[in-house]
């Protein structure tokens, strides 16, 4: 009777704080209304899509002698406005900045040993017949020390009335380019926009898209802001989504590309997944989403080095770990801060905890919320309660635990976040929770995301374990379901694999090179940090190595496995 009770009052409580949920969904729908006007986004598409890259059609001329050039200067005055507006090289379209008359263009990290076959075509800013020709010789340099050092080589474009200078600059990384209206504002609704991917080593993709801004509380706070990009197929008059597979990627339409505005290295995420899809190679594991490095350019101002990745699609993660999405639920663990549109459960008073409705087949918040209440039990510390159980002693968690807890996944997890230092970040914020149906009931698997905050400098994050994520730590704390001896042939397996030294190095140090050998952190830097220089992350990987001596000796210590 009192527990019915007690599950009465939680329904109850539930329902209070969903109450909110009409507004903020009427709100949500009106937008998309608007946003499905033809007027509002297909229209403009069209108009976008008819701007394109394919207007780019004048190719660019061979050298032009320095005494041709003073001559074309002494006939012409200098234009005061533009002459050339687009620029692609074949089909990939180049980078455009317009204030410092800057184009970017991609080679690929793979052909810098002789410089590949350039086929430039420009478009005409105002439609006048115009001439386009090098004035610096680029061959005269090393393809791999042009693209490293980020050597910008100068162009001129001229008319039988006037003449301009602008320059090229190459990269090895990819290339995104976003192009809107002018009067578009940039915010948490989708506006019209062309997207164009390009790069060395795959078919550029010019598609018409839909694009908001996203990052939760960082929408408004920093410079460089983050995307979310859908891909539109206008054929026939017709607007739907467009699934394309991206520099190689997985074929999808919706697409992230994240700045990372928090690290300076701009790099922690994607090193981060990297290490994530290989630490799970093999294994059954939520979030193993890819992503490349590219520079982006929106609205013809240059904007950075971003990650360009897969958006996380519960539906498709839950069958990516042998679940079943007609079945299973999925939350996220956030910081009220964080908090969006989606219904939203609060126990930061005795669990620590934000919990954010991801998926539910039958949409059903409450039901998903009710599920997750073991796992929220079992990460309660001492004196704290909830709504449908408190604090449990050391014999009820450990059945509670083996009845809820895979063993293996939790300490892989536990495992991970050490070696990467997650703090709160991917803990008790951008953590997912898979719940997935059994025969006996359900069970619990966890998976990061927007792993940014990661991997941080310093000894004095390297001398300790973090040991806030409670629900693994008392699990090793009482051995519960044998997770001591798991954890340990764990890091074994991972200390002579992927975390041996060479491994590490491997693993920080060649993306150091591999970023640098592309030129794009210098200018990275340059925008951002007050002043163009190499990327360094040889400060990570010597916290790392220290972190992974801090857990060896803790497992030694702490945790021990007694034959």
């Given at each position: 009777m009192?527990l019915r009770?007690?599950?009465?009052?939680?329904?109850?409580?539930?329902?209070?704080?969903?109450?909110?949920?009409?507004?903020?969904?009427?709100?949500?729908?009106?937008?998309?209304?608007?946003?499905?006007?033809?007027?509002?986004?297909?229209?403009?598409?069209?108009?976008?899509?008819?701007?394109?890259?394919?207007?780019?059609?004048?190719?660019?001329?061979?050298?032009?002698?320095?005494?041709?050039?003073?001559?074309?200067?002494?006939?012409?005055?200098?234009?005061?406005?533009?002459?050339?507006c687009?620029?692609?090289?074949?089909?990939?379209?180049?980078?455009?900045?317009?204030?410092?008359?800057?184009?970017?263009?991609?080679?690929?990290?793979?052909?810098?040993?002789?410089?590949?076959?350039?086929?430039?075509?420009?478009?005409?800013?105002?439609?006048?017949?115009?001439?386009?020709?090098?004035?610096?010789?680029?061959?005269?340099?090393?393809?791999?020390?042009?693209?490293?050092?980020?050597?910008?080589?100068?162009?001129?474009?001229?008319?039988?009335?006037?003449?301009?200078?602008?320059?090229?600059?190459?990269?090895?990384?990819?290339?995104?380019?976003?192009?809107?209206?002018?009067?578009?504002?940039?915010?948490?609704?989708?506006?019209?926009?062309?997207?164009?991917?390009?790069?060395?080593?795959?078919?550029?993709?010019?598609?018409?898209?839909?694009?908001?801004?996203?990052g939760?509380?960082?929408?408004?706070?920093?410079?460089?802001?983050?995307?979310?990009?859908?891909?539109h197929?206008?054929?026939?008059?017709?607007?739907?989504?467009?699934?394309?597979?991206?520099?190689?990627?997985?074929?999808?339409?919706?697409?992230?590309?994240?700045?990372?505005?928090?690290?300076?290295?701009?790099?922690?995420?994607?090193?981060?997944?990297?290490?994530?899809?290989?630490?799970?190679e093999?294994?059954?594991?939520?979030?193993?989403?890819?992503?490349?490095?590219?520079?982006?350019?929106?609205?013809?101002?240059?904007?950075?080095?971003?990650?360009?990745?897969?958006?996380?699609?519960?539906?498709?993660?839950?069958?990516?770990?042998?679940?079943?999405?007609?079945?299973?639920?999925?939350?996220?663990?956030?910081?009220?801060?964080?908090?969006?549109?989606?219904?939203?459960?609060?126990?930061?008073?005795?669990?620590?905890?934000?919990?954010?409705?991801?998926?539910?087949?039958?949409?059903?918040?409450?039901?998903?919320?009710?599920?997750?209440?073991?796992?929220?039990?079992?990460?309660?510390?001492?004196?704290?309660?909830?709504?449908?159980?408190?604090?449990?002693?050391?014999?009820?968690?450990?059945?509670?635990?083996?009845?809820?807890?895979?063993?293996?996944?939790?300490?892989?997890?536990?495992l991970?976040?050490?070696?990467?230092?997650?703090?709160?970040?991917?803990?008790?914020?951008?953590?997912?929770?898979?719940?997935?149906?059994?025969?006996?009931?359900?069970?619990?698997?966890?998976?990061?995301w927007?792993?940014?905050?990661?991997?941080?400098?310093?000894?004095?994050?390297?001398?300790?374990?973090?040991?806030?994520?409670?629900?693994?730590?008392?699990?090793?704390?009482?051995?519960?379901?044998?997770?001591?001896?798991?954890?340990?042939?764990?890091?074994?397996?991972?200390?002579?694999?992927l975390?041996?030294?060479?491994?590490?190095?491997?693993?920080?140090?060649?993306?150091?090179?591999?970023?640098?050998?592309?030129?794009?952190?210098?200018?990275?830097?340059?925008?951002?940090?007050?002043?163009?220089?190499?990327l360094?992350?040889?400060?990570?990987?010597?916290?790392?190595?220290?972190?992974?001596?801090?857990?060896?000796r803790?497992?030694?210590?702490?945790?021990?496995?007694?034959?």
């Amino acid at each position: 009777m009192r527990l019915r009770l007690l599950f009465t009052i939680f329904i109850i409580l539930l329902v209070v704080s969903l109450m909110v949920l009409p507004v903020s969904h009427l709100d949500n729908m009106q937008r998309i209304s608007q946003q499905n006007d033809p007027s509002r986004s297909i229209e403009p598409m069209f108009s976008l899509m008819a701007e394109g890259p394919q207007n780019a059609v004048i190719p660019v001329n061979p050298i032009l002698d320095i005494e041709d050039c003073w001559a074309l200067e002494d006939t012409r005055s200098y234009s005061e406005s533009p002459l050339v507006c687009a620029m692609r090289n074949g089909d990939s379209v180049l980078g455009f900045d317009a204030l410092s008359r800057t184009f970017y263009c991609t080679l690929g990290m793979d052909t810098q040993e002789s410089w590949p076959e350039l086929s430039l075509y420009a478009e005409s800013a105002d439609s006048v017949p115009v001439e386009i020709a090098w004035v610096d010789d680029y061959a005269y340099d090393a393809c791999a020390d042009a693209i490293r050092e980020g050597y910008r080589y100068e162009l001129i474009a001229y008319t039988d009335q006037s003449y301009e200078y602008f320059g090229i600059v190459f990269t090895g990384l990819p290339i995104v380019t976003i192009h809107t209206q002018e009067d578009a504002v940039f915010s948490e609704d989708y506006i019209p926009a062309r997207v164009c991917v390009s790069s060395a080593a795959h078919d550029a993709v010019i598609s018409a898209a839909q694009v908001h801004l996203r990052g939760g509380g960082q929408l408004t706070a920093v410079t460089k802001k983050a995307y979310r990009l859908e891909l539109h197929d206008l054929t026939g008059g017709a607007d739907k989504k467009r699934r394309e597979g991206l520099l190689g990627m997985d074929a999808d339409s919706d697409w992230l590309l994240i700045g990372n505005a928090s690290d300076p290295t701009a790099v922690r995420n994607s090193l981060c997944f990297d290490l994530w899809r290989r630490w799970n190679e093999g294994a059954s594991a939520g979030n193993m989403l890819q992503d490349q490095l590219v520079e982006v350019f929106v609205r013809d101002e240059y904007m950075g080095l971003y990650q360009l990745m897969q958006r996380v699609q519960p539906e498709k993660e839950l069958i990516r770990i042998g679940g079943n999405p007609l079945t299973d639920s999925a939350v996220r663990l956030v910081i009220g801060t964080n908090a969006g549109e989606k219904p939203t459960l609060n126990v930061k008073e005795s669990a620590n905890m934000w919990v954010e409705y991801r998926y539910d087949a039958e949409n059903q918040p409450m039901r998903t919320f009710s599920r997750f209440m073991d796992f929220a039990q079992l990460c309660l510390r001492e004196g704290k309660s909830l709504e449908r159980g408190s604090y449990l002693s050391d014999d009820a968690f450990c059945e509670l635990a083996e009845k809820r807890i895979p063993v293996s996944p939790m300490m892989s997890y536990f495992l991970f976040s050490q070696v990467c230092g997650f703090t709160a970040d991917n803990v008790y914020n951008n953590l997912y929770i898979w719940i997935l149906e059994q025969n006996d009931g359900y069970v619990y698997q966890v998976s990061p995301w927007d792993m940014d905050v990661s991997l941080p400098v310093g000894l004095e994050f390297a001398s300790a374990m973090e040991l806030s994520f409670y629900l693994p730590l008392r699990m090793l704390n009482l051995d519960a379901a044998g997770s001591r001896r798991e954890i340990h042939k764990l890091w074994q397996e991972k200390r002579t694999t992927l975390l041996s030294s060479q491994s590490l190095y491997d693993w920080i140090i060649g993306t150091e090179d591999r970023i640098n050998a592309s030129g794009a952190y210098l200018r990275e830097s340059e925008k951002y940090h007050g002043g163009a220089v190499p990327l360094s992350l040889s400060e990570i990987l010597y916290y790392t190595e220290n972190r992974l001596d801090t857990i060896e000796r803790t497992l030694q210590s702490e945790w021990p496995v007694y034959e």
